[in-house]
T-cell receptor, first 120, second 114 residues
Framework: GAVVSQHPSRVICKSGTSVKIECRSLDFQATTMFWYRQFPKQSLMLMATSNEGSKATYEQGVEKDKFLINHASLTLSTLTVTSAHPEDSSFYIC????????????????FGQGTRLTVV | LAKTTQPISMDSYEGQEVNITCSHNNIATNDYITWYQQFPSQGPRFIIQGYKTKVTNEVASLFIPADRKSSTLSLPRVSLSDTAVYYCLVGEVQLGAAGNKLTFGGGTRVLVKP
C-alpha cells in the first residue's frame, strides 16, 4: 500500500486563484520532503526541499513566493501554488525519504501519486 | 550529485529480457544507485537499489561493476505492463540529511510490444 499520500490527484482552477496540494507520509515520520514538477514527456524537476519546522530550500529558478511550502508536522507538507496561471499547469509530485529500518542503513524515497494541476 | 546518462528509449517484446545501462562516471564513495519506474500520471515507484556487485529482488536485478561508474538494470521476461519510464539515480542514501536530495536525469522510455 501507499506510504506517501498526495491530495488532490487532480485539480482545475481559475487563473489568479491559489491551489494547495498536500503530501502525507502515512506510516513514518518525514523531517524532509521533496517537491517536483513534471511536464509532459519530461523528467521530474526538483522544485524544493521541505524541512519540518524550518524554511524550505528552493532550487535555483523556483519562485519562493509563487510556490509556498509549509512543513508543519512530521507527516505533512503542503505546496501552495499562489496566483496560478496557465503556465503553472503541470504534474506535481512529492516524495518523502523513509528512515532506515531494521538492519538497513540507507533511506528509501517514496513518492506520492502526483497532482495534475490545470489552470484555466 | 553524480550526473547520470541513460538511453532515451528502448523497444522490446513480451517475454524478452530488457537491460538498461546507466553511466555515472562521477559517482562518489558514499553514493548508492537507485532505479525507479514511472507510469504516466503516476509518481515514481522504487524498483531496486545497490552499492556494488549484484542485487536481485522479485522484479529486477541490478549489476554494478567494480569501478561503479555504470550500472545495468535487468528486467527479466517483460510484459506489456512493464512499458514505462525507468530512472537511474545516484546519490547519498541518507536523503534529507546535510542537504542530500534526490534529483532525476532524463530516464529511459521502455516500450514493450506484443
Amino acid at each position: 500500500g501507499a506510504v506517501v499520500s498526495q491530495h488532490p490527484s487532480r485539480v482545475i482552477c481559475k487563473s489568479g486563484t491559489s491551489v494547495k496540494i498536500e503530501c502525507r507520509s502515512l506510516d513514518f515520520q518525514a523531517t524532509t520532503m521533496f517537491w517536483y514538477r513534471q511536464f509532459p514527456k519530461q523528467s521530474l524537476m526538483l522544485m524544493a526541499t521541505s524541512n519540518e519546522g524550518s524554511k524550505a530550500t528552493y532550487e535555483q529558478g523556483v519562485e519562493k513566493d509563487k510556490f509556498l511550502i509549509n512543513h508543519a508536522s512530521l507527516t505533512l507538507s503542503t505546496l501552495t501554488v499562489t496566483s496560478a496561471h496557465p503556465e503553472d499547469s503541470s504534474f506535481y509530485i512529492c516524495s518523502a525519504p523513509r528512515p532506515p529500518k531494521g538492519a538497513t542503513w540507507n533511506t528509501e524515497a517514496f513518492f506520492g501519486q502526483g497532482t495534475r494541476l490545470t489552470v484555466v | 550529485l553524480a550526473k547520470t546518462t541513460q538511453p532515451i528509449s528502448m523497444d522490446s517484446y513480451e517475454g524478452q529480457e530488457v537491460n538498461i545501462t546507466c553511466s555515472h562516471n562521477n559517482i562518489a564513495t558514499n553514493d548508492y544507485i537507485t532505479w525507479y519506474q514511472q507510469f504516466p500520471s503516476q509518481g515514481p515507484r522504487f524498483i531496486i537499489q545497490g552499492y556494488k556487485t549484484k542485487v536481485t529482488n522479485e522484479v529486477a536485478s541490478l549489476f554494478i561493476p567494480a569501478d561503479r561508474k555504470s550500472s545495468t538494470l535487468s528486467l527479466p521476461r517483460v510484459s506489456l505492463s512493464d512499458t514505462a519510464v525507468y530512472y537511474c539515480l545516484v546519490g547519498e542514501v541518507q536523503l534529507g540529511a546535510a542537504g542530500n536530495k534526490l534529483t532525476f536525469g532524463g530516464g529511459t522510455r521502455v516500450l514493450v510490444k506484443p
